[in-house]
């Protein structure tokens, strides 16, 4: 089976996800995308140190299609130089994780 990741970005409003989680999704680069928020954030940006609010992306997506959905997050994003992280999904139930697989399969 496909080794998956769930991919992490943030955005300044729940518009702006909105727009990100669809255009990833509809790109098929992702099977689906929870949309989080506001988050507090407290964080260091432009050697200011600073704190406000973010609206969390949740991106489920191929392990082996990674470099494009980063790439896709970069052009696509608000943000000059946005967090763009992915942590590794070690287990799930076998039918979601077949449903993302099939679903985010390249053609």
Known sequence: MTDFLQVSTATETREA??????SVVSARLAAGA??????????????????????QLLIKVRADRYD?????????????????SAVRIVAGAEAYLH????TTAPD
């Open 17 to 22: 996800a909105v727009k990100l989680a669809q």
């Open 34 to 55: 929870q949309i989080v928020g506001p988050v507090g954030s407290v964080f260091w940006h432009q050697g200011e140190f600073g704190s406000g609010e973010e609206w």
């Open 68 to 84: 494009e959905v980063e790439k896709h997050l970069l052009e696509h994003h608000p943000w000059r130089n946005p967090e763009v």
């Open 99 to 102: 449903w993302l697989e099939t």
